[in-house]
């Protein structure tokens, strides 16, 4: 089986900071793009960033210059640094996966598309 496993939601006041997390399953062998998206009530999903597997980055309008994406390729793990945050930050964050392998039973597999759990980032005074 291969998962994403998301973590380091939760409650902060407005102008705090959190950071997120995201681990690959340890059989997954390569990413090619890794991303956070979002989605708030009633609304659709959003992507928030994202990031290749070379280290290119592309952002939302509405969070440049607030949050920061990276990754460490060798752990197959990205995390997203939010500081500034603002009540419209409100909502469900995922990680995904564009594509990429993994192994099981010593035979390599392709996957696309795969998303995290999810985690809930409030923001409110």
């Known amino acids: 089986q291969v998962q994403l496993v998301e973590s380091g939601g939760g409650l902060v006041q407005p102008g705090g900071s959190l950071r997120l997390s995201c681990a690959a399953s340890e059989n997954i062998i390569s990413i090619n793009t890794m991303g956070w998206y979002r989605q708030a009530p009633g609304k659709q999903r959003e992507l928030v960033a994202g990031?290749?597997?070379?280290?290119?980055?592309n952002y939302a309008d509405s969070v440049k210059g607030r949050f920061t994406i990276s990754r460490d390729n060798a752990k197959n793990t990205v995390s997203l640094q939010m500081n500034s945050l603002k009540f419209e930050d409100t909502a469900v964050y995922y990680c995904?996966?564009?594509?990429?392998?993994?192994?099981?039973?010593?035979?390599?597999?392709?996957?696309?598309?795969?998303w995290g759990q999810g985690t809930q980032v409030t923001v409110s005074s």
């Open positions: 990031i290749t597997s070379s280290g290119s980055t």
């Open positions: 995904n996966a564009d594509r990429g392998s993994y192994r099981i039973y010593s035979r390599e597999v392709y996957f696309t598309n795969l």
